[in-house]
Every structure is written in C-alpha cells, then in structure tokens.
C-alpha cells in the first residue's frame, strides 16, 4: 500500500482527494482535527512554522500540497498571504526533496506567474519557482481555472462566479477550453492519476488537460 502525505486535507480539493485515495495509507498534515477519519487515514497535528520537526510526513511515496487562502481570510495582510502561498509550500518542497520523496503535486491557480501584475497570481507564480528550483524528480503543477464546489468557507465572489460560468463554459472552445470551470473531483481524480504512476521531470497542466486526464 503507498502511502502519501497531504497538506490542506480539509479543505476543496484536499477533501475529494481523500476519497481518492482510499486504497493508500494518508498522512493527513492539518492544524485542526478533521472532522471524521478513515481507516486509512492518519491525522498529524502540525505547526506549520516548524514543519523541519515532522520527517515522517516527508518518507512517502508522494506528497500532495493543496494549501491555500484569500486576501480576506487574513484580513487584506499581503504578507501573511504570501507566506500561506508560497513560503509555506516553499518549505513542503526543500523538505520533501531533502527526506526523499521524488513525487510531489500542488494546486496553483489559472494565470500564475512570477512577474504578474495581478497579486495572487504572482505569488502563485512564485511558488511554482520555489516548487521547481527544490531538485524534486517528479513535480506535477496543477492550474485550474475556477473551481466548482461547495466549500466550507463563504465566499461570495465565487459562489457568484459558480452560478453564472457553467452557462457560458460551452462556448468557449479552442485555446479557450483552459478557462472553464472545472469540478475540485476533477481536480483531485487528476492528481491520484499522476500520483500512481508518476513520470519524471516538472509537469505543468491547464484546465483541459487536468479534465483529460480522468
């Protein structure tokens, strides 16, 4: 049985992700308790200001980091943002690649770059560098374009977004199929897929291939 690690277990995508894995031994990396667990599931409360404490957590075959917040949630704080984004993950990566784990996938976000005018994409875009400059064999990037879903968390924009996206998502086709939303399953199918079956090197993936891959 493989066993992986997942930081953001809680959360949209780390949610569906569980049950995806219910064939493999999860770590579960989170602050607060999950609600429930499985069999298969063993929960490590971490500080995350000192996750060089938890070496277990980075002898898997496969580490999946669905980390993340918005500006809102730290109150318009760009730093404490930036850390959640990108130190943090940062950090999951040099430790990972340092205790041996070749595999490990992120969420990022639909247009993340790091010299972006628009800020969250640019700190996405610099976690991606962080991510691939860590010496790891296989890196897989994840860049979805809006999620679907029900999160637990209220936001409005969203929920907002997610009601009026799907009926103009037929319509975009062509180099634009990449903006469509997609479902945070999708997402977390994908991700089990490349984590089975890994290949070497860093792989990047849109929206359409995300979708093409489950």
């Known amino acids: 049985?493989?066993?992986?690690?997942v930081f953001g277990a809680t959360g949209l995508i780390g949610s569906y992700l569980r049950k995806e894995l219910s064939d493999a031994h999860l770590q579960l990396a989170v602050r607060n308790s999950p609600e429930a667990l499985q069999v298969n599931?063993?929960?490590?409360?971490?500080?995350?200001?000192?996750?060089?404490?938890?070496p277990d957590l980075?002898?898997?075959d496969a580490i999946f980091c669905c980390l993340g917040t918005t500006i809102k949630n730290v109150g318009g704080d760009q730093q404490k943002f930036r850390h959640i984004d990108m130190e943090i993950p940062a950090k999951i990566a040099t430790l990972a690649a340092r205790h041996g784990a070749s595999t490990l996938l992120v969420v990022s976000a639909m247009g993340a770059h790091p010299e972006s005018k628009i800020f969250y994409n640019k700190v996405k875009g610099e976690m991606?560098?962080?991510m691939k400059a860590a010496g790891l064999t296989s890196l897989y990037i994840f860049r979805p374009a809006l999620l679907m879903g029900k999160r637990r968390e209220n936001r409005t924009g969203e929920k907002i977004a997610q009601a009026i996206m799907p009926v103009f998502s037929p319509l975009l086709g062509g180099r634009l199929k990449n903006y469509r939303p997609i479902h945070a399953k999708t997402v977390a199918q994908a991700m089990a897929y490349f984590a089975r079956q890994p290949q070497p090197g860093i792989h990047t993936l849109l929206s359409a291939e995300i979708q093409a891959a489950v």
């Open 1 to 5: 049985m493989n066993t992986y690690t």
């Open 41 to 54: 599931e063993k929960e490590v409360l971490v500080d995350f200001e000192q996750l060089e404490n938890y």
């Open 58 to 60: 980075f002898d898997a």
């Open 128 to 130: 991606e560098e962080a």
